[in-house]
């Protein structure tokens, strides 16, 4: 069965520095790969996809992700944080269900805080 | 233009009790999903309907939770005799089909508490 790990329940950066954010996944056929963000007391949002066309995928809020078949990763980058980007972020496989649809399998997400 | 609604958002009810949580999808989506959010579990797959075709259920972790989905549009969860253990966050998602790599378009929650 595919799943996902996120590494680390709270990143910590200063506003401006690189945001890291990290996702390995297990899967036995090609994934469909997910970051979502989710604000406080509200619901999720998705970031940016990955659909097996380009490995480098550009989300929004300046967001982007690498699919590296290799390292089985899909880590959430953004050069320069923002105040705003504080939120917490789920990593998400695409998996099959028992007739045949697709449920999102999530990581345990990750807080990013950003600190002035 | 409108998105995924919930109602309610926030729903207090007692130990035994039953509840009944609603969805909105987005016009069209004929893909809908209930996820739970509660902090020792984590976003949890609970259910999901794809037009008129029967539910996958295999997520709804008791026989105290139910579903239906009217006219292949708003959906309405249900819990019976409810416990505190179900107190967590129900999102409800939607999406235009079912294939793996639909994006699914989440609404607000409704937050449940169980006293």
């Known amino acids: 069965a595919q799943s996902v790990t996120q590494l680390g329940s709270h990143v910590s950066v200063s506003e401006g520095a690189l945001v890291l954010l990290r996702c390995n996944y297990s899967?036995?056929?090609?994934?469909?790969l997910f970051w979502y963000v989710q604000y406080p007391n509200q619901g999720l949002q998705l970031l940016l996809k990955y659909t097996s066309a380009a490995t480098l995928v550009k989300g929004i809020n300046g967001f982007e992700a690498e699919f590296k078949k290799s390292e089985t990763s899909f880590h959430l980058t953004k050069p320069s944080a923002h105040m705003s980007d504080a939120a917490e972020y789920f990593c998400a496989v695409s998996t099959p269900g028992n007739t045949g649809f697709q449920k999102l399998v999530f990581g345990t997400g990750t807080r990013l805080l950003v600190s002035p | 233009g409108a998105g995924v609604s919930q109602s309610p958002s926030n729903k207090v009810t007692e130990k035994g009790k039953d509840v009944e949580l609603r969805c909105d999808p987005i016009s069209g989506h004929t893909a809908l999903y209930w996820y739970r959010q509660s902090l020792g579990q984590g976003l949890e797959f609970l259910i999901y309907?794809?037009?008129?075709?029967?539910?996958?259920k295999s997520g709804l972790p008791s026989d105290r939770f139910s579903a239906e989905r009217t006219g292949g549009s708003v959906s309405t969860l249900t819990i019976q005799r409810t416990q505190q253990e179900d107190s967590a966050v129900y999102l409800c998602?939607?999406?235009?089909?079912?294939?793996?790599?639909?994006?699914?378009?989440f609404g607000p929650g409704t937050r449940l508490l169980v006293l």
């Open positions: 309907f794809q037009g008129n075709s029967a539910p996958d």
């Open positions: 998602a939607s999406s235009p089909d079912r294939g793996g790599a639909e994006t699914q378009y």
């Open positions: 899967s036995s056929v090609p994934p469909y």
